[in-house]
């Protein structure tokens, strides 16, 4: 069972928590997410089996989309409702206030991560410092805000659709929003709609791929392992490069002549019988293609 699930994970579980889930279900001893949801969120978290866990890294480099209720009028310790209230304020907004500023918040910028998150400090995660009651001085990061569409405004609670990039967080856009106009903000509730190619629309909840499973059906459900890497450029090798391949040997194949080759490009190589081998990427010091993951584990002959 090689490939991904797209789950729709639920409000209340961690992704370890429907990691382990999906673990006992399909008795795969292999079994990671693709970027991390909160317990409080809920949506896309795809799921990746066996030989599908070698492009976990790749899968959370895809954008994401969400769907964001921010409560005006209320700062809470976490930037979300699960924490305390800090601070509070009167809510005068109009929607064509929320409007003016929002394209602020478009594009590249640097956002700074909020206390309570799983980014180390000192060796030590973040919320572990703040539940402590320690709090440290957070680098900012580099993110981008592709879009954000105002869907509703019904006092104090504004919804918002988000696409983004990996890294960015929600809490830290509501706080933001808040701060930017005024009267502070927490998220109130999260779903996200899209991780890379996987959409909510086409997700599974656990309950329903528990009966696919019963039932035979899974097999329709589940993605291949090059799923998310279909906008990389790919390359057919024959027997011998197959086996070099297989022995984490480098390849001297040039990168087309019309490619813009970045410092250290990636690309999924094949067998001629259309078997998904492997990840090069490019050494330019070398000159050559180097296997950053080999999926295929078969014996070499």
Request: charged share 20%; aromatic share 6%; proline share 7%.
């Amino acid at each position: 069972m090689d490939g991904i699930f797209n789950i729709n994970k639920p409000v209340g579980m961690t992704s370890h928590d429907v990691v382990a889930r999906v673990r006992r279900l399909t008795h795969q001893r292999r079994v990671g997410h693709a970027g991390t949801l909160d317990p409080a969120a809920s949506g896309v978290l795809p799921i990746c089996l066996g030989q599908a866990t070698r492009v976990v890294e790749y899968l959370s480099e895809g954008g994401k989309a969400y769907r964001a209720d921010i409560v005006f009028g209320a700062v809470t310790d976490t930037y979300d409702a699960e924490g305390e209230v800090i601070r509070s304020a009167p809510v005068r907004l109009t929607r064509e206030e929320i409007e003016t500023v929002l394209p602020e918040f478009l594009g590249h910028q640097m956002q700074s991560p909020p206390m309570y998150s799983a980014i180390k400090s000192g060796g030590q995660p973040l919320y572990k410092l703040a539940r402590a009651g320690i709090e440290v001085s957070r680098q900012a990061r580099p993110i981008e805000i592709t879009r954000l569409d105002l869907l509703e405004w019904q006092p104090p609670v504004l919804t918002l659709e988000v696409a983004c990039s990996k890294g960015t967080y929600i809490r830290s856009l509501a706080y933001d929003l808040g701060e930017r106009l005024g009267c502070g903000a927490h998220l109130g509730g999260l779903v996200r709609l899209r991780s890379g190619p996987f959409t909510l629309d086409e997700s599974l909840t656990l309950e329903e791929l528990a009966q696919a499973l019963e039932d035979g059906s899974w097999v329709h459900y589940l993605y291949a392992p090059d799923e998310a890497l279909l906008d990389w450029l790919a390359v057919i090798v024959g027997p011998v490069t197959e086996k070099r391949l297989l022995l984490g040997q480098t390849l001297q194949l040039a990168p087309p002549a019309d490619w813009p080759v970045s410092s250290e490009p990636l690309l999924r190589a094949y067998s001629a019988d259309g078997r998904f081998l492997a990840i090069l990427r490019w050494h330019a010091t070398a000159n050559a293609w180097h296997p950053d993951k080999v999926l295929n584990l078969a014996p070499v002959e």
